[in-house]
């Protein structure tokens, strides 16, 4: 592997890891300060121990998310030093704004949170449960709108002695057409891991006939979150599809691998090759009209195949032989793997409502079981969309302006970035399984007893009560 390969596979590995807990602690930070809601209301002891424990899986996600985020940042002056260079100008402001207002919202009111159980006013240490929810959502809002500009370039104009671009309309960024569709098609990725993971840990709980009447809440709180987010998915994907269509038409063409234009066009559930223009495909189920459907809004819309889309971009990028499409393989299987367990969810989920209708969740062992490890769904669906959108702007780093071969730092060799690679590689996985180790200890222990919450309302000052 050359330095560039590396430098992308050493990107993709950190990245990766960073977002296994960034969606955990925004669905998490919702689904916690809904159950502080519910407690506040209602005076209810159970959801307020159901607070404090899940609040302690969202206090371990926030901490190793911060940690694995700002490595995300060293790389970009580390590998990528010419990229950073050439999107300074843009990228500087919706980062500044995600560190100065979004990150220190959220890191704030969460020490205030974590330290006001006992010496807030009911009304004001709910507030601060929500200013954490809405830090972390706003954080991802930033995030997600630098990153779509790197998909879509607008907002901008060409500095003529620097060749670079430069901010010209910070709204043109947050107007992106692709910007709201894939901001709340992550925010409802995000509610599914959340709600994964209290599914799970409620479930376990269930089978093993701990404080039963307790986990039944957030067990049902769960599987309605999962079920509404996972349906919400496919219609803000399918406006993102056709937001993508008409931005990064390259990026659809490869996911289906339609190397010629059609109209109407089929959804294959599978395929057994195709994946070069050489290579004609084995098409096993086809759902027809489907692709149409995703990428237009249409059923009888144009999908421009990539070979015409490779010519196009030869004339309009004359940069020599260079190949504007994407790994193929990559692109078709990563869309499938995306939506299948997104299906896959939501079986669970109306499994789960099933069972709630029938008044037999708390005894359903082989539900506990499937759903204590349904856990691990939203991880690989949110992984395969990561890369289905990343992969699927390649050669490309920002689409249309900069070529991903460009933006590397001209200074770091192909064995320097493998040394890295691989201390990031074993620091990673150590604290991955620390990090699990951690949580998995702490979702077993339960809820702490009764007595432990009265104790801490007889400490409480009577205006916090």
Request: include cysteine; glycine fraction near 8%; aromatic fraction near 14%.
């Amino acid at each position: 592997m050359d330095a560039l390969e590396l430098a992308r596979a050493q990107f993709a590995m950190t990245s990766i890891f960073h977002f296994f807990f960034v969606p955990v602690t925004i669905g998490t930070a919702f689904l916690v300060a809904v159950l502080h809601t519910q407690w506040y209301r209602t005076g209810n002891d159970d959801y307020r121990r159901l607070t404090r424990f899940f609040g302690g899986l969202l206090l371990l996600s926030v901490a190793v998310g911060v940690v694995t985020g700002l490595v995300q940042e060293f790389q970009f002056g580390m590998d990528w030093s010419a990229y950073a260079k050439f999107v300074g100008d843009v990228f500087g402001a919706p980062l500044a704004m995600e560190g100065l207002a979004a990150f220190f919202l959220e890191s704030t009111f969460l020490g205030v949170w974590v330290f006001g159980w006992t010496v807030l006013p009911r009304g004001l240490h709910l507030a601060s449960a929500w200013a954490v929810a809405i830090g972390s959502a706003l954080s991802a809002l930033f995030i997600i709108a630098a990153n779509s500009w790197m998909q879509n370039p607008v907002g901008y104009e060409i500095n003529p002695a620097t060749g670079a671009p430069q901010l010209s309309s910070i709204g043109d960024v947050f107007g992106n057409p692709v910007f709201l569709p894939a901001y709340l098609h992550v925010l409802a990725t995000a509610l599914v891991y959340g709600a994964a993971v209290m599914l799970a840990v409620s479930a376990w709980h269930l089978r093993k006939g701990n404080d039963t009447r307790v986990f039944h809440r957030t067990a049902k709180l769960a599987i309605w979150v999962v079920l509404v987010a996972a349906l919400a998915q496919f219609h803000l994907g399918g406006k993102l599809g056709q937001a993508i269509t008409v931005n990064q038409p390259m990026k659809v063409a490869a996911m289906e691998a339609q190397w010629e234009t059609c109209q109407p066009c089929s959804f294959s559930l599978f395929q057994i090759g195709g994946y070069t223009s050489d290579d004609p495909p084995t098409k096993i189920i086809q759902i027809p009209y489907l692709l149409s459907w995703l990428a237009t809004g249409d059923i009888n819309g144009k999908v421009t195949g990539i070979n015409e889309l490779q010519a196009q971009y030869e004339q309009e990028y004359p940069s020599g032989d260079i190949q504007y499409y994407p790994n193929v393989f990559v692109q078709y299987w990563s869309m499938r793997a995306m939506a299948y367990f997104a299906g896959l969810a939501v079986i669970i989920a109306l499994w789960g409502v099933l069972l709630l209708w029938r008044r037999r969740l708390d005894d359903a062992s082989l539900f506990h079981r499937v759903a204590t490890w349904s856990v691990l769904i939203p991880f690989v669906m949110g992984t395969a969309g990561w890369v289905l959108t990343e992969n699927g702007r390649q050669p490309w780093i920002v689409d249309g302006l900069m070529l991903t071969k460009d933006g590397l730092s001209p200074s770091v060799g192909a064995a320097q970035i493998a040394v890295s690679m691989t201390v990031f590689f074993l620091v990673y996985a150590t604290l991955g399984v620390i990090a699990a180790v951690l949580m998995v200890r702490h979702a077993r222990r339960g809820l702490p007893p009764e007595e432990h919450a009265a104790a801490d309302r007889d400490r409480a000052p009577e205006l916090a009560y």
